[in-house]
């Protein structure tokens, strides 16, 4: 072996270091904040999308649970709990998405499948109501609390609920 071979030492490039701003002390961490907020405008922008498709297709569920119930009395009640759990996912992901009107529209919906003990036709009505209510919520692309229009609208809903729940 020959001992007196000299090592080569590599230096890599350092051209990450050239797209990264510093100051004296460091690393611009406001440089950093503005890049981790545009990331985290593209990821939600992204999951806004996939959360649209997957809130229609709750929709349609939620259709399809109210149809079946609504031509049977003896699927009213087992629908209202297979409702219940697709409307209760719903209303947790609205508000991150942006849709907070839909947040409190199933919010509302989680109550009257909550304190309804004995499902009957009249209640279907209030089921209706708000898959509607969601619907076109959506399908306005109502984000936040929807205004003026969203809070009349969740109030006359709120209204409607009490007076059928009263009943």
């Known amino acids: 072996m020959n001992d007196n071979i000299e090592p080569e030492f590599i230096n890599p490039p350092q051209n990450l270091k050239s797209k990264v701003d510093f100051n004296d002390n460091g690393i611009d961490m406001a440089a950093l904040e503005k890049v981790e907020e545009g990331i ?21 569920k939620l259709q399809a649970l109210y149809n079946e119930a609504n031509s049977s009395d003896d699927k009213i009640k087992d629908n209202f709990k297979k409702m219940f759990d697709v409307v209760h996912d719903m209303k947790g992901q609205g508000g991150s998405f942006g849709y907070d009107l839909v947040s ?64």
């Open 40 to 60: 985290n405008k593209i990821v939600v922008e992204k999951l806004s999308v996939d959360y649209m498709e997957t809130a229609v297709k709750d929709v349609e």
């Open 104 to 167: 409190s529209l199933c919010d509302s919906f989680c109550h009257v499948l909550e304190k309804v003990e004995n499902p009957s036709v009249k209640h279907l009505v209030l089921i209706k109501l708000h898959i509607d209510a969601v619907q076109f919520v959506l399908a306005k692309e109502m984000t936040g609390k929807g205004g003026k229009d969203g809070a009349q609208m969740l109030e006359g809903i709120k209204a409607v609920v009490a007076k059928v729940l009263k009943s």
